[in-house]
Nanobody
Framework: QVQLVESGGGLVQAGYSLRLSCAAS????????MGWFRQAPRKEREFVAA????????WYADSVKGRFTVSRDNAKNMVYLQMNSLKPEDTAVYYC??????????????????WGQGTQVTVSS
């Protein structure tokens, strides 16, 4: 069982930055592919970014490419999402997820076994 706890969300103005963190409880955290997803009101959950277990494979949604950066620190059981140049359309609840099923970064939410509770990000115009 893996527990994931997100933090770092908040309210910011457009153009500003936020850094989300996700703390994982797994003893074998380094063996999990980690992903970030988000869900805006009245919309389906969508992929944001993912990083493979050693960080060598990274994938971003087109909507965040060039603005967001995903990283991980296996020694601390942490994964991060640096979000720059935020836009109002980035407003959503952001979820951290862990996958033991797939070794590479993936946008498929069905490949992720564990999910955090989410952290709210609100970007005002």
């Amino acid at each position: 069982q893996v527990q994931l706890v997100e933090s770092g969300g908040g309210l910011v103005q457009a153009g500003y930055s936020l850094r989300l963190s996700c703390a994982a409880s797994a003893r074998t955290f380094s063996s999990y592919t980690m992903g970030w997803f988000r869900q805006a009101p009245r919309k389906e959950r969508e992929f944001v970014a993912a990083i493979s277990w050693r960080g060598g494979n990274i994938w971003y949604a087109d909507s965040v490419k060039g603005r967001f950066t995903v990283s991980r620190d296996n020694a601390k059981n942490m994964v991060y999402l640096q979000m720059n140049s935020l836009k109002p359309e980035d407003t959503a609840v952001y979820y951290c997820a862990a996958s033991s099923k797939y070794a590479y970064a993936s946008a498929r939410h069905d490949l992720y076994d564990y999910w955090g509770q989410g952290t709210q990000v609100t970007v005002s115009s």
